[in-house]
């Protein structure tokens, strides 16, 4: 019916208004259409609305399962260097990420802050990682405009990146990858010499970073912590190694990647930019290269098999979450949400079902939190 009467709709009304004014009387044939067009106007638009409410109109649902580990990268608008390191930047930084990991009550592993966007590592042991990039994010995005005396968009609008880490060697390949970042951008030729917030010699010693309250941003009877500190803990998948095997097992692979970077530059005939010009730009500039644009977007880090059951559990929680959705919205009583369902669950109060349910829904055997 839309598409019958849609095209239509313009030149009949403006056909019977012409008609109207230069006959100046409201004769049979143009009174008539006059009153049919309210119908015909709300016929066609319950139509289209029926027609909307069957596409997919939101993002895909996303499984929130405690126990699992996570890569959470985020970028700055118009990847501007809003993250440029020097000492307020860094505190800042350290402290809205020590207070959001107290908050979440997730485990950090790894961090390692570029002038344009993040990586961070965590242990998600509660489900609650959406709870930490909120917190993260908003506060940190608000402090940072503080200190650069703006008021718009802090972060892009692409949405956050959080790649499941679904097995022990995605865990050490990604934190390589972002410890690898400095070099890899051909900013600093070690790890050691990047000017900005980098977990490396806390992550290989299982120390810790300490930061005190921005004054910029935070008033002095804010009830905020002077100080926090954010411990760095190994992933538990590491957890049996001494501590010296871990330390050499991580240092071994982020010097693998640098000695690479190093010929690479070499053999191109290219050079690092260097920290005194790192800690030089200016914070409103942006990398002059092409941003790449329509790419996906991944939700999972993993190979083989297991990166085919992770799939598969996201495929198979989606179509739930969607059904249980609609049935929700139509009014339909007693609806069950699939396991893993977050926002419903914790804002909507509606029923969900055990882990078993899903597991046994995919792969047929029984729920390991930490594998779903």
Excluded at 9 to 24: E, H, M, Q, T
Aim: aromatic content about 12%; glycine content about 6%.
């Amino acid at each position: 019916m839309v598409l019958l009467v849609g095209p239509f709709v313009g030149p009949i009304r403006w056909y019977f208004l012409r008609w109207v004014l230069s006959d100046g009387t409201f004769g049979v044939l143009g009174f008539y259409p006059w009153v049919l067009w309210g119908p015909i106007r709300w016929y066609s638009s319950r139509n289209f609305c029926r027609a909307i409410a069957d596409k997919v109109c939101m993002t895909l649902p996303r499984q929130v399962v405690p126990g699992r580990d996570y890569m959470i990268t985020r970028r700055c608008s118009e990847r501007r260097f809003f993250l440029r390191p020097d000492d307020e930047t860094n505190n800042a930084f350290i402290y809205c990420l020590a207070l959001a990991v107290q908050r979440a009550k997730v485990e950090l592993n790894f961090a390692l802050a570029m002038a344009n966007h993040y990586h961070a590592g965590i242990h998600d042991p509660d489900g609650n990682f959406p709870i930490f990039t909120e917190h993260f994010h908003g506060l940190l995005a608000r402090c940072m405009n503080a200190h650069l005396g703006r008021f718009e968009n802090f972060w892009s609008s692409e949405a956050t990146s959080v790649v499941h880490l679904a097995e022990t060697n995605d865990v050490l390949d990604k934190m390589t990858y972002a410890f690898e970042n400095p070099t890899a951008a051909d900013l600093v030729d070690t790890l050691e010499q990047w000017p900005g917030v980098s977990t490396f010699q806390a992550t290989v010693s299982g120390g810790s970073l300490t930061a005190t309250r921005p004054k910029h941003f935070f008033r002095d009877d804010s009830g905020m912590p002077e100080t926090v500190t954010v411990q760095i803990v190994r992933p538990r998948a590491f957890a049996d190694l001494e501590p010296k095997k871990w330390a050499d097992l991580v240092t071994e692979h982020v010097r693998t990647k640098e000695a690479e970077h190093r010929q690479q530059r070499e053999a191109a005939g290219r050079t690092v930019l260097g920290r005194k010009a790192i800690l030089d730009q200016n914070p409103l500039d942006c990398p002059s290269s092409h941003a790449p644009r329509f790419r996906i977007s991944p939700r999972v880090a993993a190979k083989n098999r297991a990166r085919i059951e992770a799939l598969l559990r996201n495929r198979v929680f989606s179509e739930r979450y969607r059904a249980a959705f609609k049935a929700h919205i139509a009014g339909l009583a007693d609806v069950v949400f699939p396991f893993g369902t977050y926002w419903m669950r914790k804002f909507g109060k509606v029923a969900c079902e055990a882990a078993e349910a899903v597991e046994a829904a995919v792969c047929g055997r029984s729920a390991d939190p930490a594998r779903i």
